[in-house]
């Protein structure tokens, strides 16, 4: 008999029904969650037992009734995903995809459930197509462009706004680091510029990652000198030399790190000696 893969095997349910005071089903983003865990099985299943799947599961924790509602709305999201798969594949203006794909959202699941499941991210697509209009906009000088950023971010909801002032953060301390290295800038000045930027903890903890990168880029640079010797070693057959390669590898990196190390001599990115 031939075995079915199984991507899923091993893996803890993912989202959940919620129940109201009354033992109804209700449409939260959990739910979308739920369904959105058994249909990843897709490509290994049927959508029939996948459906079956999920009945299954449904059917040994809750009421005939709620189940039976629940398997309405997945019903209803599994033809929404074939038609937003369609939408997508057809092409087109991307803002009009968007706007078709949102107005099918309501059309099959209701306004209520739209909002519960799509609403935040819509608003945050909004966001960023209005956010990248401005960014774009010529006619704006710099203090016209900062207060329509600004005005942008204030129609963010506060717990959002922080995820993205997290992420932009990153990115400019990544940028920083980069140019520091670049023009190897002393440590001290970095610890400087850094805390008076960032503060003293994360200043530390910054100096702690340009640590990290030195001492990996240093272990690359060693391994590169010596990948090298043996590249250039004439005495050496095809299988001694893979042998010794090999060798070098593992002694000098765990798995994951000889995964990183090859995929960068396999594309020349090893520093100094591609």
């Known amino acids: 008999m031939t075995k079915h893969p199984d991507s899923l095997r ?3 349910v993912d989202g959940a029904v919620h129940l109201s005071a009354h033992g109804a089903p209700i449409a939260d983003r959990e739910l979308r969650r739920l369904f959105d865990y058994f249909i990843s099985r897709i490509g290994e299943r049927d959508e029939r037992r996948i459906r079956g799947d999920l009945a299954a599961y449904l059917q040994a924790r809750f009421a005939p009734a709620a189940v039976a509602q629940v398997l309405v709305w997945f019903d209803s999201y599994t033809i929404l995903e074939r038609s937003a798969a369609a939408l997508a594949s057809a092409g087109g203006d991307p803002r009009a995809t968007v706007m078709r794909l949102r107005a099918l959202r309501r059309e099959r699941m209701g306004e209520a459930i739209a909002e519960a499941w799509w609403g935040d991210e819509d608003r945050y697509l909004d966001y960023t197509l209005a956010r990248q209009a401005v960014i774009d906009d010529r006619s704006l000088d710099a203090a016209q462009r900062q207060r329509k950023l600004a005005e942008l971010e204030r129609t963010l909801d506060p717990a959002r706004l922080a995820l993205i002032q997290q992420d932009d953060q990153a990115e400019l301390s990544l940028r920083q680091s980069e140019d520091y290295a670049r023009r190897k800038v002393p440590a001290a000045q970095r610890f400087a510029e850094r805390e008076r ?24 640079r060693d391994y590169a000198r010596q990948r090298r010797k043996i590249m250039e070693d004439a005495s050496l057959s095809a299988a001694q030399r893979e042998q010794r390669l090999q060798s070098l590898l593992n002694r000098g990196f765990d798995a994951n790190e000889r995964r990183r190390v090859d995929v960068m001599t396999r594309n020349n990115l090893l520093p100094g000696f591609n």
Do not use: H, N, S
Not at 198 to 215: F, T, V
């Open 10 to 12: 091993g893996t803890g």
């Open 197 to 220: 930027q960032y503060g003293a903890d994360a200043a530390r903890r910054l100096a702690e990652l340009d640590a990290q990168r030195d001492r990996w880029d240093g272990r690359l």
